[in-house]
């Protein structure tokens, strides 16, 4: 299949270009949010193709990838359209709309069940899709004392990343903050790495002792599934699709804050409990979030909508 999909979020489309189709990717010469092109910081293989994007209406496509609204009016007339819903509703939730409710025109794929059961999307077909991710090559180690965060934009974000916690782990054992638009962060122990590349990140994050996901309202982080498939013990909100990501024996999630500060405390002065956890939480994360299994759960999808519309 030809497959148009703009570059959105990185690390979920690492996933989906790694198929068996061919991926057309919008550019302009900004390089902007419109047409960015192919990643710089991601590894993707040849079969994802840079088009112009002005060009769009003159190309063979068999299906369009949607995640913004505004990308509707950028896909030619007449290609079947599946949204992809990567967010948490914001607004008035539970009572938020959504802004493809109540068409017939396309299939909303979320991503996590949490998603499906906030979301009021009317009369508009939905499923499910769990993610699925390259397996990370690291392998966690926590040779270094630090507790490691993946995050983009704490600054901006603040409570929604919970970047307000971080003072409160960070007085327990130094704090490194890895992603985008971390470098402003400030504060004793709190070291930022700026958007390093994929497998550079991959590999400093699995070196940490303990994995905090402190994001309060989010779809579900693939970096908490990165950091688990790499073996990784994992602290964290018990908070949106987290707490069917993370079983009791792969991680420690709570809602108090204190229970999980006593718990980066005991992991990291019990090396075994460490490892055991973490084992764990790469053989749910395998199997739960596996590569094969998004890519064909994916291609079922298409090939549903793709025959629907001949």
Not at 192 to 205: F, I, K, L
Not at 256 to 275: I, M, P
Request: hydrophobic share 40%; proline share 7%.
């Amino acid at each position: 299949m030809n497959i148009l999909l703009w570059h959105v979020h990185g690390s979920w489309t690492t996933s989906f270009v790694q198929g068996k189709h061919r991926y057309l990717i919008p550019v302009n010469e900004a390089r902007d949010a419109w047409g960015r092109g192919r990643a710089q910081t991601f590894d993707w293989p040849a079969t994802v193709e840079e088009v112009p994007l002005d060009g769009l209406a003159g190309l063979d496509l068999d299906v369009a990838i949607v995640q913004r609204p505004e990308e509707m009016d950028l896909v030619p007339r007449g290609v079947p359209v599946i949204y992809v819903e990567h967010n948490t509703p914001k607004g008035d939730v539970p009572n938020t709309r959504h802004p493809m409710a109540d068409r017939d025109d396309l299939v909303i794929a979320h991503v996590t069940d949490f998603n499906d059961l906030f979301w009021d999307t009317g009369g508009t077909r939905t499923t499910v899709i769990d993610h699925g991710i390259v397996e990370p090559k690291p392998r966690w180690s926590g040779d270094v004392g630090h507790l490691a965060v993946v995050t983009n934009e704490p600054i901006r974000r603040n409570r929604v990343t919970g970047t307000d916690l971080f003072p409160r782990f960070a007085a327990v054992a130094p704090l490194d903050v890895f992603g985008m638009g971390v470098e402003g962060l400030r504060g004793p122990r709190i070291t930022p790495y700026d958007d390093p590349p994929q497998h550079v990140m991959h590999a400093e994050v699995a070196r940490r002792r303990i994995y905090l996901h402190l994001t309060r309202w989010t779809s579900l982080g693939l970096s908490l599934i990165e950091a688990m498939q790499m073996g990784m013990p994992v602290v964290g909100l018990a908070t949106t699709e987290a707490v069917a990501a993370v079983p009791p024996d792969a991680g420690v999630l709570d809602t108090r804050v204190s229970t999980l500060v006593e718990a980066t405390h005991w992991l990291l002065e019990d090396a075994e409990a460490a490892r055991s956890l973490g084992g764990r939480a790469r053989q749910v994360a395998l199997a739960r979030y596996g590569l094969d299994r998004f890519l064909a759960d994916w291609d079922r999808l298409l090939e549903e909508e793709t025959c629907a519309s001949r």
